[in-house]
């Protein structure tokens, strides 16, 4: 399908983007105006953008009424915002709090969560929330003046606050603790937790052979998946041949031998299965050595 969004109404437009560019973490932004009245709205369109200095930016879309959201009218009023993060435990507090309430009416109170002082910005953070960011607001971006128009509000973090329930033994957030959701398309969510979560070793860690490096036989093979590959390539080299000699006498590599005497392909796949398994238990070493396991006796 073919996406063209000058062919595309806004709504269909931003239904297709919604529902592909994701999950998209959530900006619970709490916010104030010169009057004290305080804000509080989530928006999807947010991320990090930077440590030094430490860079939040999310984006207020101008709605179908073309009226400017409140959380947009207060940070060009006071230049202050508090970016409270959202999980699981408050998600369907977050989303009551998206209610387009008469301007003046305060989420917070809605939405049944703790309102607690900030210490350098004005606007007050989430009690309920695992991590909270007094902001001040740099720099306002506006993309447009129609319906669907962003507003970048681009913010540099003051001070947080991050739940000591949800730290590892590191001192740092552990992805098993803080049960993070984050916007799909439509009215769909997702959650961080339990097996959604997997681990990827960071391929600067070491300079990967790539996959162009891959022996053709393993490359081509038809069991064995482009994720696959794309961690069989994040390898400095290829185990030695004393090692791979030493590893074909694992109860596993005898098995397939015998099953597969006389059929070269049925015990390739059968090495290429095993070496599917090793990799999805992040054994890496082992799936190249079964790999590599030579066919001339099978």
Same mark, same amino acid.
């Given at each position: ?119 350098? $910005? !004005?606007?007050?953070?989430? %009690? /309920? ?6 902001? &001040?607001?740099?720099? #306002?971006?506006?993309? *447009? ?16 606050? $991050? !739940?000591?329930?949800?730290? %590892? /033994? ?6 098993? &603790?803080?049960?993070? #959701?984050?916007?799909? *398309? ?39 998946? *482009? ?72």
């Amino acid at each position: 399908m073919i996406l063209d969004p000058k062919l595309l109404s806004v709504p269909d437009l931003h239904a297709f983007l919604l529902g592909t560019i994701g999950p998209r973490p959530i900006a619970w932004a709490s916010t104030i105006d010169k009057e004290g009245r305080v804000n509080l709205a989530p928006y999807s369109f947010f991320n990090v953008f930077g440590t030094k200095p430490p860079t939040l930016i999310f984006s207020p879309a101008i709605p179908r009424g073309g009226q400017r959201k409140d959380t947009l009218l207060n940070v060009l009023e006071t230049e202050e915002v508090v970016i409270n993060i959202v999980s699981h435990a408050v998600v369907e507090q977050m989303s009551l709090s998206s209610t387009a309430y008469p301007k003046g009416t305060n989420e917070f109170v809605k939405a049944g969560v703790t309102q607690v002082k900030s210490e350098k $910005v !004005k606007p007050p953070r989430v %009690g /309920e929330a695992i991590a909270s960011y007094e902001c &001040k607001v740099k720099q #306002v971006v506006h993309l *447009g003046d129609e319906p669907g128009a962003g507003n970048l509000i681009i913010c540099e973090i003051l001070l947080g606050h $991050v !739940k000591d329930e949800v730290l %590892g /033994e590191d001192g740092k957030p552990d992805p098993r &603790k803080t049960d993070l #959701v984050a916007r799909m *398309g439509g009215d769909w969510y997702c959650r961080a937790n339990g097996t959604a979560l997997f681990e990827i070793p960071k391929p600067n860690r070491n300079l990967g052979i790539g996959i162009d490096q891959i022996p053709d036989a393993i490359r081509n093979s038809s069991v064995l998946t *482009g994720n696959n590959l794309g961690r069989l390539g994040n390898v400095e080299k290829l185990p030695d041949n004393e090692a791979v000699e030493a590893f074909s006498s694992m109860h596993e590599i005898v098995q397939i031998r015998e099953r597969f005497s006389n059929n070269e392909e049925g015990f390739v796949n059968a090495l290429h299965n095993l070496a599917q398994n090793y990799l999805e238990n992040n054994q890496l070493e082992e799936a190249w050595l079964t790999l590599l396991q030579s066919p001339k006796n099978a």
